[in-house]
């Protein structure tokens, strides 16, 4: 007499399998199964061998049961034939029920985290010296700022959770938080720079060449103040760190293909940049074309650009441009087709230089309306560029 392969029960006829679309594992074959056979113990297993073990379903005729005729009247077969499926249903549920536990003991394992990581900001209290820096890539958006207790915190999203905002707070110890902050975030991670009380350039890398670990650098680099104020920009090819010296004078930390990514300092000559002079700089970065502005003292737009253009060697200009003055705000943006610098002018207006394929790559100056600017009063200003649109804030 044919029996269960599992608990080794002997069924009452040879028809008494009962087909459940529920996927299993055979435990004849071992083969993975969408269609179970379920025998009245409960236990499943394929059409295949339910027909080699010499069973077959309820209600099936053929000459495979010549051999075995069974003879039941209409009552004892309708009773047989709900026991059949009221085991099939239990043994159905008990395994739903199974899996289901799993589910919910893991998620209640992950909610506490969920709880603490990515819970929404409020407010986040800055030191006095009020220095923070944003970026952004493809995946995510990263906001460092400097707590007023000088430790570092970082309010951050991601797309693979939702965009959810994750606070993460960065020890003070070792790391001397004292002024200017910038953030580069590329593709393959990320890199903070500050300016410490040691008058030192501090690195804060969390990079793919480092297994995703945080590490920290010092970069002992010359004329560095601890008022100094840093500029940085990050393209496939190079990284580059500027500020204005003791000396007057734009000094460059920077690293790229060109140098197998060793840092390496540079020192640019810089007119209308004087010591005692804190200018307002701004870089753009185009594929391999970069242009770093500054105020001058002289009340003008000064302008360092390199790229294939000039061969790769940095190059000075001056724009004699109106309504500048020495502690005017830049703030610039480059895409595709064009290239703009903006400055809170002595008028009270929003000055412009720009240029573009529309004008052949020739500076032109425009001004604009600027409700709320007050002349003579400089206000932070703020642009953000993606294709062929610009938005300036202030």
Known sequence: MARCPTCRAVPCHAACGTMAYVPSTCPVCLENICRTVILPCGHGICEADL???????????????????????GAEHGMRSLFDLLVVSVAFLWNLCVVAQGWIREFLTFLPSLREHYQQPATYRLHDNGASTCASNANST???????DRSLAEVCSFSDMQNHWRIINY??????LHGSIQLLCHRD??????????????????????????????????????????????????????????????H????G?????????????????????????????????????????????????????????WQHTTHDVPAMLPDSKLAAGRNDKSMKVFWSGSDGQFHELHMGHYNDWQWQ??????????????????IACHDDVFNLFW
């Open 51 to 73: 027909e080699r073990l010499g069973l077959g379903l309820i209600g099936s005729e053929g000459p495979f049961f010549a051999e075995e005729q069974i003879r039941v009247d």
């Open 142 to 148: 990263h906001w460092f700022y400097v707590r007023p």
């Open 171 to 176: 020890s003070p110890d070792a790391l001397q």
């Open 189 to 250: 991670g990320k890199d903070l720079f500050w300016v410490g009380s040691d008058s030192k350039l501090h690195e804060l890398r969390h990079r793919q060449d480092s297994n995703w670990r945080w590490q920290h650098t010092k970069h002992d680099v010359p004329a560095m103040l601890p008022d100094s104020k840093l500029v940085a920009v990050r393209n496939d090819n190079s990284m580059k760190v500027f500020w204005s010296g003791s000396d007057g004078q734009f």
């Open 252 to 255: 460059e930390l920077h690293k």
């Open 257 to 313: 293909y060109y140098n197998g990514w060793r840092w390496e300092v540079k020192v640019h000559d810089t007119p209308g940049l004087h010591p005692s002079h804190a200018a307002s700089t701004a870089i753009v970065c185009h594929n391999d074309v970069f242009n770093l502005f500054w105020v001058g003292s002289d009340s003008k737009l000064h302008e360092l650009h390199q790229g294939q253009h000039n061969n790769w060697r």
């Open 365 to 382: 100056h425009e001004v604009h309306d600027a409700p709320g600017l007050q002349s003579g009063l400089n206000r932070s200003t703020a």
